[in-house]
Every structure is written in C-alpha cells, then in structure tokens.
T-cell receptor, first 114, second 116 residues
Framework: AQTVTQSQPEMSVQEAETVTLSCTYDTSESDYYLFWYKQPPSRQMILVIR??????QNATENRFSVNFQKAAKSFSLKISDSQLGDAAMYFC???????????FGTGTRLTIIP | DSGVTQTPKHLITATGQRVTLRCSPRSGDLSVYWYQQSLDQGLQFLIQYYNGEERAKGNILERFSAQQFPDLHSELNLSSLELGDSALYFCASSGNGYTATNEKLFFGSGTQLSVL
C-alpha cells in the first residue's frame, strides 16, 4: 500500500520570500514517480513538478525545486521568490511503476502575504 | 489548459438518481483516470482505463461504473446517488497507460456534483 503524508495543513509566506512544503511517502515499489500538483481556487489540478525516483538529481522548474531524499522517503517542494499567483492548495503524490495509481497527500494550503 | 475536457462543470441532482460524467482525454492519450475529491476523503483514485480496457481499480463503489469508448473518451456513471457522493470528480489522461520515462498525468477541470 502507498501512503503520502503532508504534515502541514497550512503555510504562509511573504511575497518574494522562499517557502518549503514537506511531504513524506511510503511505497514498497523500487521505482516510482513523485509529483507536486497545485490546485488554485479555480480547482484545476496543475502539475508543478515531477521527480523520477531513479534519478538522484533534484528536479527543478523555474522557481520550483524539490529536495528528494530517497532513503528518508522525503520529497519537499521549495518555492522561491513567491508570487501572489502561487497561492493554492499543494498536493504531493506518488505513482509507483506498474501500479498505475496516483496516491495523493491531504494537501497544504499556501497563502502568500503581500 | 491541460487539454482534458470534462462535462458538465456542475451537476445538481437528487438522492437516488443516476448521472453520467464525461471526459475527453488529451489528443493522443490512451489512458484515462477518474478521481474523486471530497472534503472528508481527499483525492481518491477511482478507476483507470487504457485504450478501452479497464487497467486498475481503486476505491470505486459498486454503484459507480465507467467505460472508455473507441474514440477514447470516457464516461463515469454514478447511480443510486447518496448525499455523500457530493464531490468534485476529476478525469486525468496520460500517454500510453504504462509508467514511461516521461509519464505525466494531466487533469481536467472537474465536474462538481451536488446531491441534494
């Protein structure tokens, strides 16, 4: 069974500052993907960033980067230079090879303070 | 715009009724996934179809069923609706249905179902 845990229900950050959202996961599979999805008030689920577990290098997408610690099963998201448009619910998810099922955490609501 | 189209955006119905939610995947995507998002259960995987065949099943109730048609669009049928079925239902699509090097899931904007 897969589990994904996001221990921070809510976070806030000053505009232009950096914030890190935490995520831990548990899977018995050796190969898997990890994702961060963003859900703004429009409710659209938007892919932010993806990490392949077999890659040691941390994924980056512009202002978004991850800190992937495979041994610790930790996958945090760092948002640099926070912008008002970053305000949303952020979901961490795991997707093991061969399982074809994306398992989500409970989400972290991020507020950007102007 | 993710390229995944879901209709209708909103649906209001009564208990005991049956509804059909529709999803058109991104052009070229063979795999369709259905997810339910509710306040108490969070985001739950329901079912996956790949090129017309059921590939994986999650926490889908027996009152719910789905299918994927030859043109690859999918429908999720919810019957004998209960108040607790009120939720946001997402469809997502991906390329070949197998976890591949560049596999990503793209979500539609969801159908908000309200059962009164």
């Amino acid at each position: 069974a897969q589990t994904v845990t996001q221990s921070q229900p809510e976070m806030s950050v000053q505009e232009a500052e950096t914030v890190t959202l935490s995520c831990t996961y548990d899977t018995s599979e050796s190969d898997y993907y990890l994702f961060w999805y963003k859900q703004p008030p429009s409710r659209q689920m938007i892919l932010v960033i993806r990490q392949e577990a077999y890659k040691q290098q941390n994924a980056t997408e512009n202002r978004f980067s991850v800190n992937f610690q495979k041994a610790a099963k930790s996958f945090s998201l760092k948002i640099s230079d926070s912008q008002l448009g970053d305000a949303a619910m952020y979901f961490c998810a795991s997707f093991p090879f061969g399982n074809e099922k994306l398992t989500f955490g409970t989400g972290t609501r991020l507020t950007i303070i102007p | 715009d993710s390229g995944v189209t879901q209709t209708p955006k909103h649906l209001i119905t009564a208990t005991g009724q049956r509804v059909t939610l529709r999803c058109s995947p991104r052009s070229g995507d063979l795999s369709v996934y259905w997810y339910q998002q509710s306040l108490d259960q969070g985001l739950q995987f329901l079912i996956q179809y790949y090129n017309g065949e059921e590939r994986a099943k999650g926490n889908i109730l027996e009152r719910f069923s789905a299918q994927q048609f030859p043109d690859l669009h999918s429908e999720l049928n919810l019957s004998s609706l209960e108040l607790g079925d009120s939720a946001l239902y997402f469809c997502a699509s991906s390329g070949n249905g197998y976890t591949a090097t560049n596999e990503k899931l793209f979500f539609g904007s969801g159908t908000q179902l309200s059962v009164l």
